[in-house]
């Protein structure tokens, strides 16, 4: 009697032959091109938006002294800002941010090498910033828009007037919302003259761009595995706060007899 040890199909999916996976599959990379198209269509779209100049003079509080939002660039075109929820008198950092600024170091010296300078900037005084930053280990430059009005012109931060109607103008639609942060990204643009423009801001699920780890969740069979959490991304914790990932466990098997079972 011959016998094999398989592991047990604890997935209720179709399994197939080659032959079928390679036709599915086809039909869905058909899918992903359409995708890709569009979304290369879309990022075309997005650059010719027009722009808006920047009227104010923001200042910001940074590790080397007060700094203009025009110094934020360091001599670049470009600026892209990860409107970071850090208010005052939190002790940390949003999750959920802190998620997408995990992603951020790796980045920095790819952007600046196409003319692109990125920085984080979030309302929590400085000391507050840079005490969490360390603890988390970070290299990027986050600045603190402190006493100014930078959040709230951009559409992140919402003042107790404004909170206590309900309703905020969030991601261009007022919308019912209580929190006083919101997550965002920006983008700024210095001419030659020195003056700067707003070119793009995107909000909610649009953040997700910074979000790598969730792209390659998005590969997998198990995908991002949030349907049974109390809200999206209740799984998520900072870094430092995850317990140790919780190993496999052991497949089941189930033994396959030829001729008579024993």
Known sequence: MNTTL??????NHPIVSMDRWITERKALLAREKELTRLNDQIANERRALPW??????????????PRTLAELFEGRRQLLVQHFMFAPG???GCKSCSFMADHTDGMTVHLAHRDVTLVAISRAPLADIERFRQRMGWQFKWVSSHGGDFNHDFGVSFTPEERVKGEVYYNYVMQPFRGEETPGISV???????????TYSRYGRG????M????LLDLTPKGRNEADVAYKMEWLRHHDRYEPAPL????AAVRLCSGTPA
């Open 6 to 11: 398989v592991k047990a199909n604890t997935v």
């Open 52 to 65: 808006v100049r920047v009227e104010k003079n923001y200042v910001f509080d940074t590790p080397e002294g």
């Open 90 to 92: 939190w002790e940390e």
């Open 188 to 198: 700024f643009y210095q001419d030659d003259e020195g003056e700067i423009f707003h």
């Open 207 to 210: 953040a997700e761009v910074m």
């Open 212 to 215: 790598g780890t969730y792209h």
């Open 248 to 251: 496999a466990k052991p497949a």
